[in-house]
């Protein structure tokens, strides 16, 4: 199905990220989960191209879930989106396979620019490999 699953357990966070990427990115959300069992459950039905993951959630943390979430589709993105990304090894982020970290009080003004490079067609990422990307003191890629 493709798009993007986002998983937070505030809906309103949830319901801000669904406006921002359908109104400033040209992609779609396919499907919210509000914990990590429940985002294992819809990206198995739905099958998204990124994952949009809170650290802090109940039931199962962002970190539990991106585990399962990458052996169960290695091809899909997942970002780490929280607002303790400090406490986050770049070693942890990647052996849990997380794509990129990001905090949610500085990442959200470079989430567009984020999603356009981690959902960038194959033939996009080779012209694209070359440009020399911003990076903000915010913004941990793994």
Do not use: W
């Not at 959630?57 to 990304?85: C, D, N, Q, Y």
Request: aromatic letters at 4%.
């Amino acid at each position: 199905m493709g798009g993007i699953l986002i998983c937070d357990d505030n809906p309103n966070i949830r319901y801000l990220l669904r406006v921002y990427i359908e109104s400033q990115t040209p992609f779609k959300v396919c499907g919210e989960a509000g914990h990590g069992t429940d985002a294992i459950e819809k990206a198995r039905r739905l099958q998204p191209e990124l994952i949009l993951l809170d650290l802090s959630m109940p039931v199962m943390t962002g970190a539990e879930a991106a585990s399962v979430l990458k052996a169960m589709l290695p091809r899909t993105k997942i970002v780490l989106f929280s607002m303790h990304f400090d406490n986050i090894p770049r070693s942890l982020a990647a052996a849990i396979g997380v794509d990129l970290v990001l905090s949610k009080s500085d990442g959200i003004t470079k989430l567009s620019e984020h999603l356009k490079t981690l959902l960038a067609p194959i033939e996009s990422v080779n012209e694209t490999a070359n440009l020399e990307t911003p990076q903000s003191i915010a913004e941990k890629p793994v």
